[in-house]
């Protein structure tokens, strides 16, 4: 009796027992969902708060505040002695600012003979007006002795005070924007006379100190430039070397010792490469620094591994069957590979360039170290002249001391960020459309 009692407990406990090791099995499956779900919410996030902060601070450089002047291009201040028939250096040395303040403190109803409301008025105008002015008179000399419509950037302090960027609650003694013009702030936007226009500048200016006047037009150039350069230079070079080491190279250890240090080549820190340029291309071989040659040059050896890395894994993805029916109709290895193989494995080899070039754009140390931080105004006429590059002008503008270079330096944060965007888009377009499945 007790036998046929122990035995039919013991039955009775098997199914409770394993009901119990189900219910903690299924427990810790979910617990290891909602850490997977948390872990990709935690990301979301602080990529969320990222864009946020970078959008949030450079938008507003993507608008300018301009301000519309009646100009006088008063001869008496362009050439008083009247030399520019004998002397055309004349009218690049004029003063152009004051006939931009002038024009505003005529607007603004200010005396010309008070002196220290002048000094404000030319405060609330870029420095960039002498240029601006010196090229429409050097461009057409007969405008002199007439007036003008001009459309002039204001400063930077004036345009962060339009948009909004400076406490006008606290103390003018604390602010660079005086009470006095902040009066005439709200007089020009009232009037109509003073806007904010969509900021082209940012696109085609060059380096300048002054952050109304400074643009990406110089760092834009110098990255088009050093991604040719890496694009002629890494895709056949990396494609050839690949082909090679996957097709004909024989499997022995000199083989074996290539394939470790180009996976370890992959994983070397983008410094690295930056002290190799500087020694073997500028110590060495003495190419010219802040040159865009050199910087394609460095950026290729920094992506060379990545293009050879994808290459290989594109061949190797290549079913054995395509060689093996390539070979058997006659064809020779060589056939085998660049009529069969190679057109294959494209869209992967594509896809893998285009990675390559993404992640060398965004490269700023190997750059700094061979000299790409130079003060470049003029545009690089080819890739020898001084240039910069995207990262390393969002590096420099990072450092200046100016609170317009702020959103500055986020605007070219979201140009460099677009610029990425575009690169990876194209990479998925590729090997979504031409991908083949096996």
Do not use: C
């Amino acid at each position: 009796m007790t036998d046929v009692t122990f035995n039919g407990a013991s039955v009775a406990a098997r199914p409770a027992r394993r009901d119990i090791g189900l219910k903690r099995r299924y427990a810790a499956e979910q617990r290891f969902r909602l850490y997977g779900i948390l872990a990709i919410a935690i990301g979301i996030f602080f990529l969320f708060a990222l864009l946020f902060s970078v959008v949030s601070k450079g938008y507003t450089a993507f608008w300018q505040t301009s301000i519309n002047l009646s100009v006088n291009f008063d001869p008496k201040i362009i050439d008083p002695q009247n030399k520019r028939a004998t002397d055309p250096n004349v009218l690049l040395t004029a003063n152009y600012p004051v006939l931009a303040r002038n024009a505003l403190a005529e607007k603004l109803g200010v005396e010309t003979s008070n002196r220290p409301a002048l000094r404000q008025v030319s405060g609330m105008i870029s420095d960039g007006v002498r240029t601006q002015l010196r090229n429409i008179v050097v461009a057409n000399p007969s405008i002199i002795g007439t007036t003008q419509n001009v459309w002039v950037l204001a400063s930077a302090d004036v345009d962060s005070a339009n948009k909004g960027q400076v406490d006008l609650s606290v103390d003018q003694a604390r602010r660079k924007v005086s009470d006095q013009q902040v009066e005439w702030i709200r007089k020009l936007d009232a009037d109509g006379a003073m806007v904010q226009r969509f900021n082209t500048g940012i696109f085609t200016f060059g380096a300048s100190s002054r952050p109304e006047t400074a643009g990406m037009g110089v760092a834009i150039i110098g990255s088009f430039y050093m991604m040719a350069i890496v694009l002629v230079l890494s895709l056949p070079i990396g494609v050839a070397a690949s082909i090679y080491l996957e097709e004909f190279a024989p499997k022995n250890r000199l083989t074996d010792i290539i394939e470790v240090n180009i996976n370890n080549l992959a994983a070397v820190p983008s410094i690295v490469f930056g002290l190799l340029g500087l020694a073997v291309f500028v110590g060495f071989m003495g190419m010219p620094r802040s040159a865009s040659l050199v910087g394609g040059m460095v950026l290729t050896l920094m992506t060379l591994p990545t293009v050879i890395i994808a290459t290989r894994a594109a061949l190797r993805a290549v079913p054995p069957s395509i060689r093996s029916a390539a070979l058997g109709l006659g064809a020779s290895r060589m056939q085998m590979v660049f009529h069969h193989v190679l057109p294959l494995a494209a869209p992967g080899i594509l896809t893998g360039t285009i990675i390559g070039l993404a992640q060398a754009l965004g490269e700023t140390a190997p750059l700094l170290l061979i000299g790409m931080v130079a003060f470049v105004v003029d545009y690089p006429a080819t890739p020898l002249d001084p240039a910069t590059a995207l990262p390393v002008q969002i590096f420099m503008w990072a450092n200046e001391a100016e609170r317009a270079f702020v959103e500055r330096t986020s605007g070219a944060i979201i140009i460099l960020l677009m610029f990425l965007a575009v690169m990876n888009l194209a990479a998925i377009f590729l090997r979504s459309r031409f991908e083949r499945r096996w």
